[in-house]
């Protein structure tokens, strides 16, 4: 039977905990380090005599060192660790830094446990897993470019666009990107009038057949 040997780097104690105890449950995973920043990971590693580290879940937002800027020195310690991404950041800039910096795998915390947990089991055995939605932004990336009418779009209005995408209503929308509701309102009507639709719905099949 296949032996993960896992570490976790959250500085959230909630999910962390979440992760710990969902995770824990499995036979064929064992988690041997926690650590709440990249810094305090490095110091366990730098102690212990034998690191063993297959598969790490790092989270990007944390205190310190971030970790987008934790990978590079990660896996100059743990050079055949698999890093896995677990964040609330879909732009795309992080995405790509982080790919580019030696992750295999980005994952929003959005993912439910059991989708972490087959990401985790898929990557170990030498496969790739990706959030959907952060799929959809890594291929859009590699396609041909073309012009499209939702070139037009300024990035404000993109991030609307996305949020729509992401089952956000327009509150949750104006939270994330911390504006205003009437703001939303106001780019969802030019957007409208910019590709020629008149309905959420009308947006939505479009850009499922014409991906941001």
Do not use: W
Not at 88 to 104: H, S
Not at 182 to 192: E, L, P, Q
């Amino acid at each position: 039977m296949e032996h993960i040997y896992l570490a976790i780097i959250e500085d959230d104690i909630l999910i962390r905990e979440s992760l710990e105890s969902y995770l824990g449950e499995n036979k064929s995973i064992e988690i041997n380090f926690i650590a709440n920043s990249v810094e305090d990971f490095l110091k366990t590693i730098d102690v212990s005599r034998n690191p063993k580290v297959d598969v790490i879940l790092l989270d990007i937002g944390l205190p310190g060192i971030s970790g987008l800027e934790g990978i590079r020195p990660i896996r100059d310690k743990l050079p055949k660790t698999n890093i896995i991404m677990l964040t609330t950041y879909e732009e795309d800039d992080k995405i790509f830094k982080a790919l580019c910096a030696g992750a295999v795998s980005y994952i929003s915390k959005r993912t439910s446990l059991t989708k972490i947990e087959e990401a985790i089991i898929t990557i170990f055995r030498g496969g790739s897993y990706m959030s959907p939605s952060i799929a959809r932004k890594v291929i859009n990336y590699f396609a041909p470019t073309q012009e499209k009418e939702e070139s037009k779009l300024t990035l404000r209005q993109e991030q609307i666009v996305q949020g729509i995408l992401d089952g956000l209503s327009y509150k949750m929308i104006a939270d994330r990107y911390m504006i205003s509701i009437d703001t939303v309102r106001d780019h969802i009507k030019k957007i409208y009038l910019i590709l020629n639709i008149h309905s959420k719905g009308e947006l939505i099949n479009k850009m499922q057949g014409n991906s941001l």
